[in-house]
T-cell receptor
Framework: GDSVTQMEGPVTLSEEAFLTINCTYTATGYPSLFWYVQYPGEGLQLLLK?????DKGSNKGFEATYRKETTSFHLEKGSVQVSDSAVYFCALDHYTGTASKLTFGTGTRLQVTL | EAGVVQSPRYKIIEKKQPVAFWCNPI?????LYWYLQNLGQGPELLIRYENEEAVDDSQLPKDRFSAERLKGVDSTLKIQPAELGDSAVYLC??????????????FGEGSRLTVL
């Protein structure tokens, strides 16, 4: 079945450091890929997405490129801020022709310090 | 625009007691989801509705869990009787996705259940 594997956290960085959170997936066909973020005390919200191979999703300075050859969708940001502290979830959506549902990774907690 | 509203935010019950969670999706969103999130894990789908029809309930433990979405708007998720292992966060989400596709999901803040 479909699955998503994320790097374990927590990830602790100083402000303005470079961020990479690794995500790899297992799925047949061509799933869409997503990064969701959960800020403290809030619900999950979509951060960015990519729907086909080589697509790059971007939002709020975060980027991720859909790499089919390596089945990866790593999240990157060049300079993190304290306000980026949150839990980040990688997810895939595999439409099979009759139904579709998001499959999430376990989440990676990011803590950014001054 | 109001987001997805869930209640209660927190619930503590004794095992074997019943519990119910309520969700009001974003206005106009025809697709509604209930997810289960255990501590340190990602959300797992319990059930998905397209309007009032449950189109995917394969992961819902039907011996103790039930859900309904009357009139294709609000939804209720019930557990009866609750077990210790049901302690988790129950997330509701909605989307405007066309039938058969997921698209972007909008999540509520979740209902945290503790079973003693």
């Amino acid at each position: 079945g479909d699955s998503v594997t994320q790097m374990e956290g927590p990830v602790t960085l100083s402000e303005e450091a470079f961020l990479t959170i690794n995500c790899t997936y297992t799925a047949t066909g061509y799933p869409s890929l997503f990064w969701y973020v959960q800020y403290p005390g809030e619900g999950l919200q979509l951060l960015l997405k990519a729907t086909k191979a080589d697509d790059k999703g971007s939002n709020k300075g975060f980027e991720a490129t859909y790499r089919k050859e390596t089945t990866s969708f790593h999240l990157e940001k060049g300079s993190v801020q304290v306000s980026d502290s949150a839990v980040y979830f990688c997810a895939l959506d595999h439409y099979t022709g009759t139904a579709s549902k998001l499959t999430f990774g376990t989440g990676t907690r990011l803590q950014v310090t001054l | 625009e109001a987001g997805v509203v869930q209640s209660p935010r927190y619930k503590i019950i004794e095992k074997k007691q019943p519990v119910a969670f309520w969700c009001n999706p974003i206005s106009g969103h025809n697709t509604l989801y209930w997810y289960l999130q255990n501590l340190g894990q990602g959300p797992e789908l319990l059930i998905r509705y397209e309007n009032e029809e449950a189109v995917d309930d394969s992961q819902l433990p039907k011996d103790r869990f039930s859900a309904e979405r009357l009139k294709g708007v609000d939804s209720t998720l019930k557990i009866q009787p609750a077990e210790l292992g049901d302690s988790a966060v129950y997330l509701c989400a909605s989307s405007l996705a066309r039938t058969g596709a997921t698209g972007e999901l909008f999540f509520g803040e979740g209902s945290r259940l503790t079973v003693l």
